[in-house]
């Protein structure tokens, strides 16, 4: 029971993360790197000029170096001739004294020579063999560069902790440097654990997962300026666990094993670290949804997290506890207003009162602002890390917030940038083709495609978190789509056309011709989501055709979009589903039901943003025209 | 003529890239990568999912897998008892059908079995022996999750073109893929040119400058996703260049040879490059400053690019022509908004008409908006690189821009973040200690100084191009600093006591003891820049003493901060300068000539930021002032 009682005995975020990095040894460790492998490091001490850039006085023009009191009278009409002594090309010196009444030629970067004080321009010369008519007077100093004057030796160059752009390396390199002491990234041992996890690559078998953990989270220790090292897949056994993280501890920087805190692991994970070294366990289970199981350990002064399995709670821990630690351990800024955005929330968001949620959300940019709303998919879905561009944190006390408010989205990296163009709503394989052309036409905007449905699309441009809605909604007075431009303040542009039809196993074996078929007792059907325009379209069929649809098997069973419905035929789950024609590949058949009308809906006070603009353009491309027409069952209004 | 004439006929930017691309081959070259080695890489084409994620029906919580239609009745008071068959840890699979009274013991992630329909959470059960009582109904599919209901088989998860970041690959590991098809990085072969010039990390010979380009352009092409190779320098031979360059041709994606376009250089390369292959050159000459004699070319296929070897220049360039050609290259997205920033000018900009201008420039971020002005400098600094966040890019019509105006500033990397604070004025050692101990305390903010003079710091402050002015400026009647407040809307926060004073060679060889000794004609003397603190305090000194100052040999001469000057003097290069005791090291003597007070000067719309309290804090705190009682001649206010 002792045991339960450490997990159960919850601490906040905070507090978890001062009791961990009270443990921790944070002095930077440094290392000697090229000029050539410095990028995004992080410089360690001050870095002063040890040299004046340029080094010497330079000529900043081809010319004619000389002393600007031999040429005091020098016009056009009045041209002074000096004898030209010597040449200077860049690279070369020349060490005698310039006399009065001489000069030397002179090129752009050579080194001035002693005894002169100016160049005059090449422009401004006549030159005849040894001679050279001046033809206008110079000020002292003129066309040259003095020593020092862009850099002075004992200049200081750069604060210590300097992140290394390639601005900051061009500096270096002004004053020879080839090697910069830099801060050594942090070491992290990573392993991912369970029976279940097996690597990528390998075949899937029953009942096993493929280990995403390991991927996002050597990646996201990338971005932050540290060294992942991949351990591989720990099974849930006291003394494999005990063998291999040992075998880490004083030799990396960091540990963490991810998949170690559930029922099975959990039991062994927290035991292992509190022996493998002092002070051992530190944290077990944080008041944090998701993520609540985590393990914060330092072992004889190796840090050891221990991150739950589910992507999305690794994610959060990864985000919460991970990157802030590396980046310190990197030298790194922490995440700061540099990657928060702020953006409105327009809907209700709930929360867990006394667990800090951490919820990945979707950020849309409107015309001025910023919305964001949580993106679909529970906790434990992998997709909706993809859909999102980051995170809010909701403190314990919050139950919910308010639609309208203004809320903190921390970016999941600083590569992260969010779309230009968002469109929820009906998936179609159509305007995965318009989102193609569109980018090969214009590459500099980015666009995303979220498939809810087409209600769930109106509802999204009704809440400003699409710009976009690709709908095909029927109403059996109105047709299609265009009356919804009376409902709310939209412009529907013009789409195309698509069929719908059923889709069958190539031959068509069970003898399907029409929706009637669907109730026979031998047939298994697959439907379509809740707020889907296809699901809509079958379900006024259903109502004219007298069908009682709760008849047919597999009517509450659905898929999210065109593409799943014909793998589920493909595969012989069921016998037959609805789809657009385009998804018929060669094991399958088509029967026509309908032609549907796509359209796209978009406030009207989205219309002049100049991405949408060209979206719509694309639309109306002969390239998409083209690309449409190669597809089955597509045609354009 | 012919050759002049080729040079002289300049064209626009837009002109030349046209023309440029007009003959480059843009089509992707795919190469396939490990998930390990994807980051920051771009996809090729569409991923599709091959498999289901989950790819079973999973219990997501610990309990016992039941069919709900057995324990319809259950309630905390009236358990239903079942008999456990077995029991399911997630890895394993459990291939018998359960029978109605029965249930499985399950494990969160493991496969659901045949039979069963629901989990029950473990805290609404009694485990005994091989008996369970069971305290809460379920409803079908609950504590369930489906196959496929996070990603189906067949669901489009990546559009071509997409950057891999963490979060993109760890979609890609969810459906096990180890490898991916990514467009090929850029291989770009980089070369310095000139007899000037050589490499970093070798002693600087007399007349010779270090290689600042190629480190720059490197980087800079890291930073766009191409892959540099640096081939070495080469000298302005014709044979030299044509040999080096011949081998690249067919090898390189793009060459680049900087430096090649000076007078010496410049009638070279522009010949090599048109008798390496076809087209050959294509332009020779654009209208843009710095960077008019560009040279861009394609030899059979291979294009071939000519920078100037400035590094303001080169720098110019890199942006015009280098960085969008390695982006399309490498798929990444053009440098759009997403590295723009829209920011004010506040004092008039002139530009050279006719020709397209690129001008360094640096960012402030005031209250709401952001301000630009151009960095100091001229083109040759290379300091003007380190202090500049971006550029402005000003078209052939333009003449000038005028205070107040709206203009876009390019970053010059994604990487580049403007500074929260940025300081300009007095060059002061201590304020450098300040910043570090800032830096410490509040790593989350980034500070910037620029050593212009206290004069300098003032106007800064003026025009919102700064938060911060580190002054001392003295007058006669009225002080030091604090009367500034009567004549702008600035508060002055007390900073520190410094001791000014003449800096001698150790010994004091030629016998120094006072202002008066700088008449001598057996003194050099140099000053400090001209709106510098310490050259107005000498000045009022010099006047209150009745010394001439034209007199003293030096006193036009100057140097921008109290380092340098100190510099100076241990060279030999002058007998005395003036400068603060902390400055003075081991070689050199100090005779006191006044303290004075170095304060901040800080407009009072700036108080309120929140990284302006806590510099101010950082500058009042125990920390700063252990820190500044180690220098010599400081002491806090």
Redesign the interface.
Known sequence: MEDRRIFRDLITVDEARNKFYDHINFSETAELVS??NA??RVTIE?V?SY?D????DRA?M?GFAVHSNDIQEAEEDNPITLTIVGAI?????YNELIKPGTCVEI?????VPLGINSVVMVEYTRKNDNKVEILKPTTPSENI?SA??????????L???T?L???????????????IKVIKKPKVALFSS?????????P?E???????N???I???I??NGGDPI?MGIIKDNHEELTNKLAECIGKFDLVIVSGGT???MGDILYKVVDELGKPGLLVHGVKVKPGKPTILAVCDGTPVIGLP?Y?ASA?SITSLFVVPLIRKLAGY??T???TKVKAIVKRKIRSVEGRYEFKPMNLVKTRDSWFTFPVP??S????S??Q?DGFIEIPEDVKFIEPNTEVTISL??????PFDIQIIGSHCMAL?HL??VF?EEF????VRSLGIGSTGGVAAIRREEAHIAGIHILDENKGYNKWLEDEMNIKIIPGYYRMQGLIVKKGNPKQIFGLNDLLRSDIKFINRNKGSGTRILLDILFEKMNIDKEKIIGYSQS???H??A??FVK?GIVDVAVGVESVVTSELDFIPLREEEYDLAIPTYFLDLPAIISFIETLQSDKFKARINKLKGYRLK
Chains 1, 2 share one sequence.
Do not use: C, W
């Open positions: 000029l050539s990028l995004n001050t002063f040299i850039v340029p080094p010497f900043s081809d090309k860049a690279g070369y010196t090129s752009t970067g050579a080194p560069m020092g004057s862009d850099i002075q030796q004992g200049e200081r160059l604060p210590p902790k992140l752009t390639s601005r900051e390396l061009s500096v270096l390199a002004a004053i020879g440097m080839h090697e369970g029976d279940e996890i097996i690597q990528l690559g390998n899937l029953e009942g096993k997962l493929y280990d995403i390991s991927t996002s050597s990646n996201t990338i971005e991949f559930s029922a099975g399995g992507p994610l800024k922490p700061t207003e540099r998919g529970g434990g879905a992998i997709t890390i993809v999102a999941f990296s600083e590569y992260i940038k995965a989102q193609d980018m590459p500099q905007y980015s898929v999210k979009s593409t799943s014909a793998e595969k």
